[in-house]
């Protein structure tokens, strides 16, 4: 099998996933955009080869780089980024090099487009938010008038939190087309609940083969926009009506053989129209690994290898690891430079150097979402875990 891995270099984690792929007897090959020389030998052991090009955002570059694959390897069985940056991309080079395994470009916009995703939850009836397109300022008032404000405003094909706009009346929703650019833009109402994630794998039947469940502390339109400090745990139980509802998505969207991240909220409280407290409202789907070093955060908590499991998929299209040991709560707490915390980092690696598992610099380009720098611990109980993170973010 020949398998292109589109950035094996960045984030600098993803060599593990090219590493348990040539475990499997898999021929691995790189494209990146970092030279061969300034690769870390993790990345360089991880790759059969590697083909440097200067800039991934180069589509002609990484044509010509799967073409020179193509002519050395013959057939390409699989391309891959895990990256919801190059979803387009990745998309494009299948169609181009008929690589049948993965999304096609006609799937592609109902991984990104948030109308496009309302309308695959509506269509399976799956519990979600109202919402359309931006159009006018006169639609925009009659759409928050029918379901009261707040209501939220975003990029239509966005990614994180970037450009989300919490509007509370008509004065702000005024402000802000008087103010918007002229990109895409998804309008739908505000709910009132935790936001939690359901992440796993699934295999070329749609079929969720590992599941895992993430919650976070605060709505990352909050961490972003108000420059919170990022902080979520890996759970060790998923409830079964979430798992119940994520399975039902990967049908729906027909996910194949990939790693995903479905984003829902947890209501807090009845709301007419939509659901009752505790119901899981579908917010997004993204079909990509989780965020940032999340995996790694899976590992610890579950005692996995969540990448071969990743592999494994790939390579027999089932599960070969084993749930040998306890699954633990795994949190993360991403830091800001420029927060004066109560307590400092020496302090709380001698407090709780039982317990941190992982800790470093978050690189710039996700630090935004991720934190300035991060600590990964375990905990076997949660009022524990919740003790740590109290510690970690209290403020001067």
């Known amino acids: 099998m020949n398998f292109i891995f589109i950035s094996p270099h960045f984030p600098n984690t993803y060599y593990r996933f090219c590493n348990a792929l040539k475990k499997n007897g898999v021929n691995v090959l790189g494209i990146g955009d970092a030279p061969y020389d300034s690769l870390s030998n993790d990345v360089k052991n991880a790759v059969n080869e590697y083909y440097y090009i200067d800039d991934l955002k180069n589509f002609n570059a990484k044509v010509e780089a799967v073409r020179f694959f193509q002519s050395k390897y013959g057939k390409i069985d699989f391309l891959e980024s895990n990256n919801e940056y190059w979803l387009y991309d990745d998309a494009l080079l299948r169609e181009k090099f008929d690589i049948n395994t993965g999304p096609k470009l006609s799937q592609i916009s109902t991984f990104r487009l948030k109308s496009e995703m309302k309308k695959i939850f509506q269509k399976n009836n799956i519990l979600t938010a109202r919402g359309e397109k931006l159009t006018t300022f006169q639609r925009a008032k009659e759409f928050a008038n029918e379901i009261s ?41 505000f709910v009132d609940g935790d936001l939690v994630s359901y992440d796993g794998i699934c295999n070329s039947k749609s079929e969720v083969v590992y599941p895992t469940h993430h919650v976070f502390l605060d709505q990352i339109m909050n961490i972003v926009n108000d420059v919170k ?168």
């Not at 004065?171 to 918007?180: P, R, S």
């Not at 071969?308 to 599960?319: H, L, M, S």
């Not at 720098?373 to 919740?386: L, P, S």
């Open 149 to 189: 404000y707040p209501i939220i405003i975003k990029p239509d094909d966005g990614m994180g939190a970037s450009k989300t706009h919490l509007i509370r009346d008509e004065k702000e929703l005024k402000a802000f087309f008087d103010t918007k650019d002229n990109g895409s833009y998804f309008m739908e109402e």
């Open 229 to 396: 400090d990022m902080v979520y745990y890996t759970s060790p139980i998923i409830d079964k009506k979430l798992d119940e509802i994520g399975r039902k998505v990967i049908k729906a969207f027909e996910a194949k053989s990939r790693f995903f991240h479905l984003e829902f909220f947890k209501l807090k409280k009845d709301k007419i129209g939509l659901g009752k407290k505790g119901d899981y409202v579908a917010l997004e789907v993204n079909m990509r690994a989780p965020g940032g070093y999340t995996p790694d955060l899976i590992n610890f908590a579950y005692s996995i290898d969540i990448y071969q499991i990743w592999a494994d998929v790939i390579t027999f299209d089932e599960n070969h690891q084993l749930d040998r040991y306890e699954k633990q709560y795994a949190c993360y707490v991403g830091r800001r430079n420029y927060v004066n915390y109560k307590n400092y980092f020496e302090g709380i690696i001698n407090k709780y150097k039982d317990h941190i598992v992982w800790h470093q610099g978050m690189p710039d380009i996700l630090s935004d979402a991720m934190g300035n720098y991060f600590i990964m611990a375990i905990f076997k109980e949660k009022k524990e875990m919740f003790e740590f993170i109290e510690f970690l973010t209290e403020r001067m």
